[in-house]
């Protein structure tokens, strides 16, 4: 691909990916009665917060959408560059998982759909069968990888869950733990990236 047709490519997207939210907006805006401010402005500046207010969350983020930016180049070097399948679509299914658990993070979904019925154990459940369907797919690879980092991840996670059903406002705590296993979580997907990349084989010595 020539200089000029990646540069057209490039400001394509991003014109197409502009009008789709536009467009988003546009119908929230319309079909539901929502103020134009209330979709593009920062929370703490609709509702004049300070601006420390939510700053594990935001830090929070940050490490899910980074992690996930890592994942998407690195899946199109491995594709275009490598021309390893096996490894793409190792990749290709931990960005996926990662933007999903990001998305439900910064939207609060499965806390919006358990208002409307849908209980959250729901979502846990596929995020749950996703990764071990991940783990058990591509083990041999994992094995090669800092994978207890991928373990201690999950486990942080999961108490996370477990002090949130059965201790009521532990905020702190809870919180915490997850924003431990999400920096876990962005460490070994970029490790685990970089030494694809590179060619190399991580020591979990």
């Not at 899946?75 to 560059?81: G, H, S, V």
């Not at 999903?100 to 849908?118: K, Q, T, V, W």
């Not at 209980?119 to 083990?139: G, P």
């Not at 990349?197 to 010595?205: A, E, L, M, V």
Request: glycine share 6%.
């Amino acid at each position: 691909m020539n200089k000029q047709k990646a540069t057209f490519i490039g400001i394509s997207l991003s014109i197409l990916f502009c009008l789709l939210l536009y467009g988003v907006i546009e119908w929230l805006h319309v079909n539901r009665n929502i103020p134009y401010g209330n979709l593009t402005r920062d929370p703490n500046a609709i509702h004049e917060s300070p601006k420390y207010i939510g700053l594990l969350s935001q830090l929070g983020m940050i490490f899910w959408f980074s992690t996930a930016g890592v994942l998407l180049f690195s899946y199109f070097i491995i594709n275009n560059i490598l021309q390893d399948t096996i490894r793409r679509n190792f990749i290709g299914s931990a960005l996926f998982l990662t933007l999903f658990l990001g998305i439900d993070d910064m939207f609060m979904l499965h806390d919006e759909l358990a208002h409307r019925g849908l209980r959250e154990e729901y979502f846990y459940s596929i995020y749950v069968i996703w990764l071990l369907l991940t783990l058990i797919r591509y083990k041999n690879l994992i094995r090669q990888s800092l994978y207890i980092l991928i373990l201690l991840s999950c486990f942080l996670f999961g108490l996370s869950i477990l002090i949130d059903k059965l201790i009521t406002a532990a905020y702190l705590t809870e919180d915490m733990l997850k924003f431990a296993g999400l920096i876990n979580w962005s460490f070994y997907w970029t490790s685990t990236c970089y030494f694809i990349i590179q060619n190399r084989t991580p020591t979990n010595k």
